[in-house]
């Protein structure tokens, strides 16, 4: 039995692909305040801009996750009161909707 599956993957009768390319569609809005505004400061810059992100069609997102006191960078997590990350699973439009929503 496993010498015949064995066979029907080298003769492509059995399809495998083991690192699929699945897009994931996230983008992230990574905010530093000055030094010196407590948390509830923050997380209100942070609202702010999730207002913003609301604008967004629903079919386009669907999820958004506020961290205040926590940004996320590709190489270390900075804990501070002057620092925010909002994550958005995007649905739709590749994120160039979302950029001139957020520059405005």
Not at 41 to 68: G, K, Q
Request: aromatic residues 6%; glycine residues 6%; proline residues 3%.
């Amino acid at each position: 039995m496993f010498v015949s599956c064995i066979a029907l993957i080298i003769m492509g009768i059995i399809d495998i692909d083991l690192f699929t390319m699945e897009e994931i569609s996230q983008f992230y809005v990574n905010v530093k305040m000055p030094e010196g505004p407590n948390l509830e400061t923050t997380n209100n810059t942070l609202a702010e801009i999730e207002a913003r992100l609301s604008l967004l069609p629903e079919n386009e997102v669907e999820a958004v996750v506020r961290n205040t006191g926590l940004l996320i960078t590709d190489d270390e997590w900075i804990f501070n009161t002057a620092v925010g990350h909002i994550m958005v699973d995007d649905l739709g439009s590749g994120g160039k909707e979302e950029a001139q929503l957020i520059s405005r």
